[in-house]
């Protein structure tokens, strides 16, 4: 094995290093030559470096309950999937005979998902991928264009280019890309709002339905939420009254943290509260016993944990937040048209997918002090099948 100098350190395999194992044609000129990337932005092939080409049989075999299926055991172990923290990673074969990619977990590989058709196929899906990322190449006139409409193109540019190399029949990992990835688009930078995102007028309309957004007025506001780009959101966008795990608090005006627990939960010993519980203002519910709430003073979005009494931190604003609770939803409504093709065994690509579009949004969930991310915690709970 080899790689070429600094910059790109593309991994290469000798003719020696590849003997019987891969017979492909195609597939042993690409791995003897051009190589392959230690790792993009969805996946990394540097397990070749750590433990060279093994087959899954060399990899997976061990006292766990799975046996490998003999027709499986020759398929090489070549790199893994990039996923969030808190995620295990699937590791990608190659069928040297065929030159076809598919996906498996090490510790259950009795069940390969299929990946790509070849690994160059591979390749280009997942450069495609990070061209609509950075919004260039094939995404480049979308640049600077948000909302829905932008989301809508960008998804059917993607699944486009991906069904032309597949005859149509797209491997769920890359449906789930190119369905949810581009969601992320739906809101840019904040420039006029002064929150963290623009979000487009009436955006939360055309999803939850008009009339099922809760607008609020000045009088609504405790004199607590002095933010003003906060409650200038409140007024001119909104909240959904109700969203697929959050539920507002449309019973007027908005109560600060301790106005709920001494007027709605007088059973709740007050002096668990947070100090500074009369700036933080309760906008909804979510479960388990969690309120949202904002902070009156710096528009920070967090949850206070009604058993644990902590606070987390949960978006960067109120525009994060709207935009999160768009992006839950929409994806209720993709997943509720796919079906059971990503709500099976493929359905942890969906969430992994879902948590990236979430980080580009907000990076809240990735920051250091954010270890109990709500966000986070329940897109990985359904990946392990919680809900």
């Known amino acids: 094995m080899s790689t070429t100098d600094a910059g790109t350190t593309a991994i290469t395999l000798t003719e020696a290093e590849l003997e019987r194992y891969v017979t492909h044609v195609p597939t042993r000129g690409l791995l003897t030559g051009a190589g392959l990337p230690p790792e993009t932005d969805l996946l990394t092939f540097s397990p070749l470096r750590t433990h060279g080409l093994r087959t899954l049989a060399d990899a997976a075999d061990g006292p766990g309950p799975f046996h ?33 990619i598919t996906t498996a977990y090490l510790f259950d590989p009795s069940d ?9 196929t591979l390749l280009r899906f997942a450069a495609v ?27 059917r540019r993607l699944l486009t280019l991906f069904e032309a190399d597949t005859d149509g029949a797209v491997p769920p990992y890359w449906k789930a890309a190119a369905l949810i990835r581009p969601l992320a688009l739906v809101a840019g930078p904040g420039a006029a709002s002064g929150l963290a995102l623009d979000v487009p007028a009436r955006v939360l309309d055309q999803q939850f339905g008009h009339g099922r957004v809760a607008r609020f007025e000045e009088v609504d506001f405790p004199a607590t939420l002095t933010h ?7 007024c001119e966008t909104g909240l959904p009254e109700e969203a697929v795990f959050f539920r507002a608090d449309t019973d007027v005006p908005l109560p600060t943290l301790r106005e709920h627990f001494t007027q709605e939960r007088t059973d709740y010993p007050v002096a668990e509260l947070p100090a500074h519980c009369d700036h933080l203002i309760r906008l909804g519910a979510l479960p388990a016993e969690n ?19 902590t606070l987390h931190s949960l978006n960067t604003d109120i525009s994060t937040l709207a935009c999160t609770l768009w992006l839950i939803h929409h994806e209720r409504t993709i997943d ?17 997918a879902m948590i990236h579009a979430l980080n580009t949004l907000d990076p809240t969930g990735t920051l250091s002090d954010s270890t109990c991310h709500y966000w986070t915690e329940l897109f990985q709970d359904e990946a392990r099948g919680v809900f």
Not at 129 to 155: D, I, K
């Open 68 to 100: 490998v299926a003999e027709e499986l055991r020759s398929r090489l172990v070549i790199g893994e999937l990039l996923t969030p923290a808190g995620m295990e990673r699937e590791s990608i074969l190659l069928d040297g005979a065929t030159g076809e």
């Open 112 to 120: 390969p998902q299929p990946f790509a058709p070849s690994l160059a």
């Open 129 to 155: 991928t990070e061209e609509l990322a950075g919004l260039r190449g094939r995404f480049a006139s979308l640049a600077g264009q948000y909302g829905p409409r932008t989301v809508a193109e960008a998804s």
């Open 228 to 234: 003003e780009p906060t409650r200038r959101f409140l």
């Open 291 to 309: 309120s949202l709430v904002v902070d009156g003073r710096t528009g920070r979005v967090l949850t206070f944990s009604e058993p644990d009494a």
């Open 336 to 352: 509720a048209h796919l079906g059971h093709e990503l709500a099976t065994d493929a359905y942890d690509h969906l969430v992994a």
